[in-house]
């Protein structure tokens, strides 16, 4: 073998190599940045969670505070607690975040938003029970959590949209590995609760 077809194959060799090194480059590269970019949008999940627990966790005092006026439609009441139970219930697999979960976790939020400011419109009604510093505390409480709810679902949107763009466009469309980085669905309030329940009294 002569001299320049030894030449000639240690660089095809080396080009071989170094496509090879650049490519496993971008292919770990691209994989853990859709790792970070996925982790992300679960802990924004998880924040979203975290901040309806809130409002769940408020509601057996709201209750509680409620029941004290004699008089208070009962039917109001068990509604906002079997509304908050079935919420309560909904889970989401946060490696996941597929459409249908999603969906059904937000269906079951806002079955319990819809009944609990139907409880806050009824309870305009007794003065005396709106008054007290108890429920005025409750209510306080309440405005805040539904202005941490409205900010950590817009934080998992926007990283929803970080990831989805990543995995959609180049390098990872050429590199990744689309079979383990899928979508994510994001968060869609339902029609008419873009706004929070009204609690001001």
């Known amino acids: 073998m002569n001299k320049k077809v030894l030449i000639t194959i240690g660089v095809i060799v080396g080009i071989l190599l170094v496509g090879w090194g650049i490519y496993t480059i971008m292919e770990i590269s691209t994989h853990d940045k859709a790792v970070a970019l996925k982790e992300g949008s679960k802990t924004k999940w998880a924040n979203v969670e975290s901040s309806y627990q809130r409002r769940s966790d408020l509601i057996p005092n709201l209750v509680n505070t409620v029941k004290g006026a004699a008089d208070f439609e009962k039917s ?39 009944s609990l400011s139907r409880l806050l419109v009824s309870v305009e009604r007794y003065p005396k029970l709106t008054a007290t510093e108890n429920f005025q505390n409750l209510q306080s409480q309440l405005e805040g959590t539904e202005n941490r709810i409205n ?22 469309t050429t590199f990744g590995d689309r079979t383990e980085f899928e979508k994510l669905t994001a968060f869609e309030a339902e029609e008419g609760s873009e706004k929070a329940p009204e609690v001001n009294f």
């Open 76 to 114: 109001t009441l068990t509604d906002v607690i079997e509304a908050r139970a079935k919420a309560t219930s909904v889970n989401v697999d946060a490696s996941k975040l597929d459409a249908g979960s999603i969906q059904k976790y937000q269906k079951a939020q806002g079955k319990l938003s819809s």
């Open 151 to 172: 900010v950590a679902r817009n934080r998992f949107n926007e990283s929803v949209r970080k990831y989805n763009t990543y995995v959609q466009t180049f390098p990872f």
